[in-house]
């Protein structure tokens, strides 16, 4: 039976622990080798029967959220009617929380949210295969929104395999005004790599590096080690992002000097992520970046989180 009421679900964001970028692919998009962590910060995606498809936002950055049809969760809404035949009636609001462009993957989260709220208000009951496939079709990213935890992605990133992980790492995000454009970040890789090509003839730009997910990165993720995972954590976008955000530099630095133990631009930016050792320095590093001058917020929290869930009763 189709609700009546509204449905909420709750979706995380998410860090990349490992973002390998390989070649650009025929169809524009780079093989990717993609360790993807859920991060505690939430959006929350609420649909309510209504007689058109509209979209609603609140929250920090919602501004500059589109809410015509360019809106990720609209389209999520519309993709899900269209798969079962019928229109997609429903308001949907988004109560932010993941910052807006912040390679946090916060549009991600809305239309993964979008999907799995309105299969609850439809009773629509989408096998979990497809609801993947539309959520690929959405975005590289909106899988992992699905169902958070951790997971390598393979392909353009939408391709998962869960992966194991020991206890709770603790982590500081450094919230910058203004968010990063991923298809800018991700043409900007390519022509710092063009450069490179000129200068060193040992770079391939065909086989840049072939991606492959990194064992003593994905062995700190079984250990729970954080002083292991902060050794291993890289990110081939953050030279990318860094170059047309040059700030970034000194948010990198100013976490690094407040204690963390590493600390990277967190997938396309502009947000930037850093490990604490436990929750007492992540919310002393919090403190310290947000007094920094180098981020716009700064906020504590852990991983691995759940993926998208319903929070109505
Ligand atoms: O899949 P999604 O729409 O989130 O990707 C946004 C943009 O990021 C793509 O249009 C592309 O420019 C870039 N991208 C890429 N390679 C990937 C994922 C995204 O080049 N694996």
């Not at 450069?195 to 730009?205: M, V």
Request: net charge negative.
């Amino acid at each position: 039976m189709p609700r009546t009421a509204a449905v909420t679900v709750r979706v995380p964001a998410k860090v990349n622990v490992q973002l390998a970028v390989g070649a650009v692919r025929p169809d524009g998009y780079h093989d990717l080798a993609n360790v993807f962590l859920a991060v505690g910060l939430y959006d929350e995606v609420t649909v309510t029967p209504a007689d058109a498809l509209r979209v609603t936002c609140t929250g920090p950055g919602s501004d500059q959220v589109p809410l015509d049809g360019g809106n990720l969760a609209a389209r999520a809404a519309e993709l899900l009617a269209a798969h079962h035949g019928r229109t997609p009636d429903v308001h949907v609001h988004i109560a932010k929380d993941i910052p807006v462009a912040g390679g946090m993957a916060g549009g991600s989260a809305d239309a993964a949210g979008a999907l799995l709220a309105c299969d609850t208000l439809w009773d629509t009951r989408t096998p979990r295969e497809e609801l993947l496939e539309l959520c690929a079709e959405l975005g590289s990213d909106v899988p992992f929104s699905l169902v958070g935890g951790a997971a390598l992605g393979r392909g353009r990133g939408e391709q998962l395999t869960p992966l194991e992980v020991k206890g709770t790492f603790h982590w500081v995000f450094a919230l910058a005004d203004g968010g990063l454009s991923t298809p800018e970040v991700y043409r900007e890789c390519d022509r710092l790599r063009d450069l490179a090509a000129g200068t060193d003839p040992a770079f391939d730009l065909a086989d840049p590096a072939a991606p492959e997910a990194d064992a003593a990165l994905l062995a700190a993720l079984r250990t729970g080690d954080a002083h292991d995972l902060a050794a291993a954590l890289f990110n081939d976008l953050q030279p990318a992002a860094v170059s047309l955000r040059p700030s970034l530099a000194q948010t990198l630095t100013a976490g690094a000097d407040a204690g963390a133990l590493a600390g990277l631009v967190s997938g396309s930016g502009p947000s930037c992520a850093f490990l604490a050792s436990d929750a007492d320095a992540a919310a002393r590093i919090a403190g310290t970046l947000a007094a920094s001058g180098t981020c716009r917020t700064a906020r504590p929290t852990t991983s691995p989180a759940p993926g998208a869930t319903v929070t109505t009763p």
